[in-house]
């Protein structure tokens, strides 16, 4: 089982920018794998945001952040990206990385079958 760890959360003020970090853990890879940003605020369900899939398609699964934030991926590194700018309270959250084994990005989300721990980002005055 793939397993995924998320870096680069922290707590910043709104406006300001975080990239989020998405890399296999050693000794997996995420060659072929479609990589996905998720969040979750409190009390709230889990929001998709978007999908980079291994041949370099990306998906946008939420308006709330379009414009906002840009998905990218490095196949050197073997780390996929989440570039968020212009930074909302709303946007307060624990964001979680999620992989799945196809060449697409699934429209339906539950299909994405392998996760991180999550990085927590807080969006405050």
């Known amino acids: 089982q793939l397993q995924l760890v998320e870096s680069g959360g922290g707590l910043v003020q709104p406006g300001q920018s975080l990239r989020l970090s998405c890399a296999a853990a050693?000794?997996?890879?995420?060659?072929?794998?479609?990589v996905g940003w998720f969040r979750q605020a409190p009390g709230k369900e889990r929001e998709g945001l978007s999908c980079f899939t291994h041949s370099g398609v990306s998906t946008n699964y939420a308006d709330s952040v379009k414009g906002r934030f840009t998905i990218s991926r490095d196949h050197a590194k073997g780390t996929v990206y989440l570039q968020m700018n212009n930074l909302r309270l709303e946007d307060t959250a624990v964001y979680y990385c999620?992989?799945?084994?196809?060449?697409?990005?699934?429209?339906?989300?539950?299909?994405?079958?392998?996760w991180g721990q999550g990085t927590q980002v807080t969006v405050s005055s």
């Open positions: 999620a992989a799945v084994h196809v060449h697409y990005c699934p429209a339906n989300v539950s299909l994405f079958s392998s």
């Open positions: 050693s000794g997996f890879t995420l060659d072929y794998y479609a």
